[in-house]
DNA sequence: TAATCATGTGAGCAGTTGTTCATATGATTA
DNA sequence: TAATCATATGAACAACTGCTCACATGATTA
C-alpha cells in the first residue's frame, strides 16, 4: 500500500496477513455481529444432537405425547422431557397438555423444512460417494 | 417402600402408551434409520459451534489463507486450523495450496445457502420477539 | 382423600468438544 | 545449506452436554 518503514506489526500474527489486509477488512465488515453468529450457532446446535434430531423427526406431522415419543426414539421418558425443555425453550416445539399427558408438535413449518434440507444434503453427497 | 402384590407391567414404561400404539408404530416406521439420523445431526452440529460458523460465513465469497481468517473470526491459527480440519473432513470447505498458504472456499454451494436459511429463521423470529 | 400416573426437574456422572501449547511438516528464501 | 514462514497436528485440559437416577409436581381416578 504504502512504503512502510515498519518491518513489523505489535502483534505476533504472520506477516504475510500485510498482504491481505484489504481482503481481511472486507472479510470482517462482511461477517455479522458476534451475537447474531452466536445465535445462529446455538440455533443449529438444536439439530446436532441425535435424540433431538429424531424427536423433531418423529412429532413431524404426527402429534405425540412424551412417552411415546419415548418409546418412539427409545430414551427415557425422562431424558426426552429434558430435550423437550430446551427445544420448548428455543421454540422448536409446542406443547398441549391434555389431562396428564402433555402433546408435542413442531412450533413452525419452518423447522420441518431446515431438517429436509440437511437431508437433501446427505442424501445428495452419497450419491457422489 | 411397601410389598404391593401388582405386578406392574413387563416394561416399566407408561401403560397409556398401550392406547397410542398405533400411533406410536406409524411414527416409528416413518422415522428414518438410526444411522442416518446420526449422520444428520453429525451434519448439523458443524454449524452448531460460533467459530466453524465465523469461518464459514469469512470465506462464503471470498478465498481466505488460515493466517487471515484467523484474523477475521478472532481465534489462534492452530485453532483454526485443527476447525478446518474437520470442516475439511466433512467437506464443508475445499483446500487449495499455493506456496507455503492454504486457501480455503466453501465446497458448495449449498453450505452457503444453509446457513442463509438460518439466518432467515433467526431474523423471523426476532421480528415475533 | 389417597393412590396412581404422566411429566418435569435437580444433581451427578461419563463422554465429548474446543481451545492452547509445543512441536512437526512442507515450502520458500537468504 | 540454514533460516524463516504458514500450516498442520498431538497432547492436555477445562468447559460443556446428554444421560440416568431420584424425587417433585400437577392431574386424574378409586
Known amino acids: ?5 515498519k518491518p513489523l506489526e505489535i502483534r505476533d500474527e ?3 496477513t500485510q498482504t491481505h489486509e484489504e481482503k481481511v477488512a472486507r ?8 451475537d ?3 445465535e445462529l450457532s446455538e ?3 438444536l439439530f446436532g444432537d441425535s435424540t433431538r434430531i429424531k424427536i423433531l423427526e418423529a412429532i413431524n406431522g404426527s402429534e405425540l405425547c412424551v412417552c411415546d415419543i419415548s418409546e418412539v426414539v427409545g430414551v427415557s421418558s425422562s431424558g426426552v422431557s429434558h430435550q423437550l425443555r430446551v427445544l420448548r425453550q428455543n421454540r422448536l416445539v409446542k406443547a398441549t397438555r391434555v389431562g396428564k399427558e402433555t402433546y ?3 412450533d413452525d413449518d419452518h423447522i420441518g423444512d431446515i431438517i429436509k434440507i440437511g437431508f437433501n444434503h446427505i442424501n445428495e453427497r452419497r450419491g457422489l460417494a
Chains 1, 2 share one sequence.
Open 36 to 38: 447474531v453468529l452466536f
Open 14 to 16: 504472520c506477516q504475510i
Open 1 to 5: 500500500m504504502n512504503e512502510n518503514i
Open 104 to 106: 408435542y408438535t413442531l
Open 43 to 45: 440455533f443449529f446446535k
Open 27 to 34: 472479510a470482517k465488515s462482511l461477517l455479522p455481529d458476534d
